[in-house]
């Protein structure tokens, strides 16, 4: 638009996933829409710096390890040192493919784009500011923030000093240092320990908590820890981490743990400690926004403490996955929508079926409650397990690192939670995603028909161990 101010029924605050969802769907509705987006890059976090760029690397990662392992088949490879160049060109490829495609969505004319950082003037208006310094004023009738997440950098003495890389760094490097620090113990943390260490490098990982994977169940974790000792990755849990400084043979991270004091050395320092909501500038806090942890506190209609504005994706949700956050777009889309109308927003989130995977080798995956979630709400439950060590097809992959995990009610059978460390964990945990969609449960599950010999059909072990749960 030409015009230095505007006025809109709904004004989305972010162009990535979760934003383009949302103004999409409110387009759709008849709501006149505009997306804010100040990035110098249109596209959003998954395509520009998260998902796609990671998984383009994760697949070079994977290949290497194949070749690795080639004389176990009975075949003949070669690794050599790997082309990183080779490896980003093909990344910034796949990436402009994607970006430019989201570009020509937001471009579209079905909504009106404008470019600019947006702050909050009233819980009505707002002013962008472009790049080159200039201002206008837009004003809404209702809103959604989707400005994503950045970064988490932990306060570490010393760590700004010594200088350090993020996953922003690997994921457009060309070049890499011979070792690596990794400081986290997350998805980021152990995707980007697996491409490393599958590049060469030594990679020591520090973890804070007392395992991997804090928020899946325990066993997970442990898990893709010993896998990766396998593989010679250096896996400290439980730490306190004290400071990091330089070194004469790169950089130096100190740690305490049950073990007493500890030093690791490493060319480089990889900060993978999470995201935190990108929320800096907008302004929440003079218009009266209740935030929390850095959160946006939302209802489970996607509305915030301002009723008439809505939040969607990293900055709000509980789990940080696209799928999520483009859920929850429309749902704030619907319900805005509603609200112009003066009716009760009909929509709500289900966090019943929250799907979580991580593309380490081997990969991990999750949906559902987790024991202690159950626990904690005092619900009655069962679980059994089955290892891929004990399981055909994983064994003629050569893949027989992890397990999977069932949990059900253990008065009505129902499948409730269900985690898998191993081979292709983030594809065959939709099976279980589906039936728990339907309310399955494990007697119903086992009388699916699976296909033998599939890693799918391990699944069918720790049903059958609880099929006799529930109603007769």
Known sequence: MNDKNCSFDFAVIGGGSAGYAAARTAASLGLSTAVIDGAETLGGLCILRGCMPSKTLIESANRALDIRRAAEFGLRARA????LPAIRERK????????SYRRGQLEGGAFTLL????????PNAMELTDHYGGTRRVEFKTACIATGSEVNVIPLPGLQECGFWTSDDVLDADALPDSFIVLGGGAI?????????AMGRKVTLIQRSQGLLKNMDPECGTAVAEAFRKRGIAVHCGTAIQKAEKSAGGKVITFSSASGIQTVEAAEILVATGRSPATAGLGLAEIGM????????????????LPHLFAAGDV??????VHLAIQQGEIAAHNAAAVLRG???PQRTDYRLTLFGIFCEPQAACVGATEADLTKASVPHVSATHLFSDHGKSMVMGATEGFVKLIVHQHTGEILGASVVGPE???????????????ATAAQFLAIPHYHPTLSEIWTYPAEDLAHLGPA
């Open 80 to 83: 050599g040192a790997p082309n």
């Open 92 to 99: 910034r490829a796949l990436i402009e493919d994607f970006s």
């Open 115 to 122: 470019r600019g950082r947006a702050r909050f003037l009233t």
């Open 189 to 197: 943390a152990l995707e980007m320990a697996h491409y490393l260490e």
């Open 290 to 305: 209740t935030c929390e942890g850095g959160k946006i506190l939302v209802a489970d209609t996607l509305q915030t403490s």
């Open 316 to 321: 709000c949700s509980p789990v940080d996955v």
């Open 343 to 345: 009716e009760a927003p």
């Open 425 to 439: 964990a983030t594809e065959i945990i939709h099976e279980i995603v589906v039936a728990m969609a339907f309310r």
